[in-house]
């Protein structure tokens, strides 16, 4: 493996940017790459989001690999040379390590004659929100590519260092958030009865949306629905408060699913706040659809780890997270794959999370067999 591309990524991660924002980590990339082999840049597709684009020739299948920008509002606990110097700010979920791979990619590369087909390399802006992928995906700067396949990969711990793992049902669910807001009337607190306080209504909320959980995984209305943050009145203890605020993440294995969870849960609300007197709004934010692996992408998938040799584990079911690949997955042909980042390696999203420069070369041969698959068809 090149040790440019292991420096690459430690300065990455030394200098984490958040969803939105990642100005400087955008010009680090196209820096390094464009300075070891260079190709036409798009930028500013969406935000921060760019391409880089091989071309080999104007027929043929255009390929896309993806891999995300953005870092977590995370304080690192590591104390190792390259740790973060961006206060509050760390790559929790392997992004600095995405990126590595992708851009290692060129030098795979340099090294190949395709003679049709062109491939684009996208970094994408704001997946930790959702936002990202959406963005570039009604972006006019991308639809111009006329990308036929998209893939990605995620770094997954917990899994032997170098395992690919697949699933055929998709690669991570469907996830929204929610804010429930309730408005009532203030009273004095010595006499809560002349006003109409949230409450008795919170908890009946909390308590009928959790008969909505189906936690088995195997269970194909699986749903999961987790209180996050709840807010109600002030610390003023001589008020009887008439605001409440509840917030909610929850998800599922595919959108049809989603649907009828909302209405359920906004049929639940509605009838408490009802029975309450209460007035009541519902925001949904944060949309990560489903990530769903077209059948003939997985196949390559498999057929690609296979030829190198990698172990690969299949799961009976997608991950949980959410992915905001998953816009991807509703215009393009896509294909997510898992890749361990070893049994001892902290949890994504855990201050003491680093992503194993060791996977950095097993990235690069599993997006490369799958570039050459996709080109020579």
């Known amino acids: 493996m090149?040790?440019?591309?292991?420096?690459?990524?430690?300065?990455?991660?030394?200098?984490?940017?958040?969803?939105?924002?990642?100005?400087?980590?955008?010009k680090r990339v196209q820096d390094f790459i464009q300075k070891e082999y260079p190709g036409e840049v798009?930028?500013?597709?969406?935000?921060?989001s760019f391409s880089i684009v091989y071309q080999y020739s104007t027929t043929g299948n255009t390929?896309?690999?993806?891999?995300?920008l953005d870092a977590l509002p995370i304080e690192e606990k590591n104390d190792f040379e390259y740790k973060s110097l961006n206060k509050g700010v760390s790559h929790k979920c392997g992004h600095d390590g995405h990126m590595a791979i992708v851009s290692g990619l060129i030098f795979w590369l340099?090294?190949?004659?395709?003679k049709t087909g062109t491939v684009v390399l996208l970094f994408q802006s704001a997946e930790e929100t959702g936002k990202g992928a959406y963005e570039v995906l009604k972006h006019p700067k991308f639809k111009a590519l006329k990308v036929d396949y998209l893939f990605a990969l995620h770094n997954i711990p917990g899994v032997d260092l170098h395992t690919v793992i697949t699933m055929n049902k998709g690669f991570s669910a469907e996830v929204e958030s929610l804010i429930i807001n309730l408005e009532g009337i203030e009273s004095h607190a010595a006499e809560p009865e002349n006003g109409i306080n949230p409450s008795i209504a919170i908890s009946k909320i909390i308590q009928q949306l959790n008969t909505l959980i189906i936690s088995d995984p195997l269970n194909e209305n699986f749903s999961v629905l987790t209180p996050v943050h709840l807010k109600m009145g002030e610390k003023a203890y001589g008020i009887s408060p008439a605001f409440?605020?509840?917030?909610?993440?929850?998800?599922?294995?595919?959108?049809?699913?989603?649907?009828?969870?909302?209405?359920?849960?906004?049929?639940?609300?509605?009838?408490?706040?009802?029975?309450?007197?209460?007035?009541?709004s519902l925001t949904?934010?944060?949309?990560?659809?489903?990530?769903?692996?077209?059948?003939?992408?997985?196949?390559?998938?498999?057929?690609?780890?296979k030829s190198h040799n990698f172990k690969i584990l299949e799961r009976p079911y997608p991950f949980k997270f959410g992915e905001d690949f998953g816009w991807f997955s509703k215009e393009y042909k896509t294909g997510m794959f898992g890749l361990g980042s070893g049994l001892q390696t902290p949890p994504l999203?855990?201050?003491?999370?680093?992503?194993?420069?060791?996977?950095?070369?097993?990235?690069?041969?599993?997006?490369?067999?799958?570039?050459?698959?996709?080109?020579e068809e």
């Open 244 to 280: 409440g605020e509840l917030h909610y993440t929850i998800r599922t294995w595919n959108s049809k699913n989603m649907q009828i969870l909302k209405e359920n849960i906004k049929e639940i609300i509605e009838n408490i706040s009802i029975e309450n007197k209460l007035s009541f």
């Open 42 to 48: 798009i930028e500013a597709i969406g935000g921060p």
């Open 63 to 68: 390929i896309g690999i993806r891999c995300e």
């Open 110 to 114: 340099q090294k190949q004659e395709f």
């Open 284 to 305: 949904w934010l944060e949309h990560f659809p489903a990530s769903e692996n077209d059948t003939t992408c997985n196949a390559i998938i498999k057929e690609t780890a």
């Open 349 to 375: 999203h855990n201050p003491s999370f680093d992503f194993p420069n060791e996977i950095i070369s097993t990235g690069i041969q599993m997006f490369g067999g799958i570039i050459k698959t996709i080109l």
């Open 2 to 26: 090149n040790t440019e591309i292991i420096t690459l990524r430690e300065e990455l991660h030394r200098y984490p940017e958040l969803s939105g924002v990642e100005i400087n980590t955008a």
